[in-house]
């Protein structure tokens, strides 16, 4: 089936750097998400994206970080500063459209973690 | 907001068992409602969904049941294999808002042979 990549798949920083986690969505997709998942708690739903701008984001969608696409290219989180609690497991998801009924294919994740 | 259980955190059966997984919410707005399977370093992939109007649905070994009075959804996985091995999770969406999805905490399961 449709194919999510995501790159790299563990990063570890010092807290207090930039990270970028980037996410390869299904070439046709036109939306795209951010889901974090702390070890042993749910995946929780941070930010979805569409035609360059961010339709809806979650509380824990921190002023520290933004989402972009440019030109067609890679998908992104950007964390700047991090901190600590930003150690988590981060998967990307693309679907084709934005509907509820629209399947959102995820990546296999980014497992970030912060010293 | 929405709050979805899911139960049990681990499962272990034979090969030839069945094995069911439940979720509860707590919203009755809820309106679509999806299970994904996830192997080791893999993504989450889609098994099934179901819109809140549908109450049963099989497709190739698996039953999904939504009980909308009681808020649950159940997975059953009738005659696992071993290849059925993984972290199950349920996950729920609106129909308001852009998809976004409320996920379950995952159930490893593990069938031996």
């Known amino acids: ?115 | 907001g929405e709050q979805v259980e899911q139960r049990p955190p681990h499962l272990s059966v034979r090969e030839g068992d069945s094995a069911i997984i439940i979720c509860t919410y707590t919203d009755s707005a809820t309106a679509y409602f999806s299970w994904y399977k996830q192997e080791a370093g893999a993504g989450l992939q889609l098994l099934m969904s179901v819109l809140s109007n549908v109450d049963r649905k099989e497709e190739q070994g698996l039953t999904v049941l939504l009980n909308k009075k009681d808020k649950r959804l159940s997975l059953n996985l009738t005659a696992a294999h071993p290849g059925d091995s993984a972290v199950y999770f349920c996950a729920v969406s609106h129909d308001s808002g852009y998809n976004k999805l409320t996920f379950g905490k995952g159930t490893v399961l593990l069938v031996s042979p």
């Open chain 1, 1 to 115: 089936g449709p194919k999510v990549l995501q790159i790299p798949s563990h990063q570890i920083i010092d807290m207090g750097q930039m990270v970028t986690l980037n996410c390869d969505p299904v070439s046709n997709h036109l939306y795209f998400y951010w889901y974090k998942q702390i070890l042993g708690q749910q995946m929780e739903f941070l930010v979805n994206f569409y035609n360059g701008k961010v339709m809806e984001k979650s509380k824990l969608f921190k002023d520290q970080f933004s989402v972009e696409r440019p030109d067609g290219s890679y998908f992104t989180l950007k964390i700047q500063p991090t901190a600590l609690e930003d150690s988590a497991v981060y998967f990307c998801a693309s679907s084709r459209l934005g509907g509820n009924q629209d399947t959102q294919y995820f990546g296999p994740g980014t497992r970030l973690l912060v010293l």
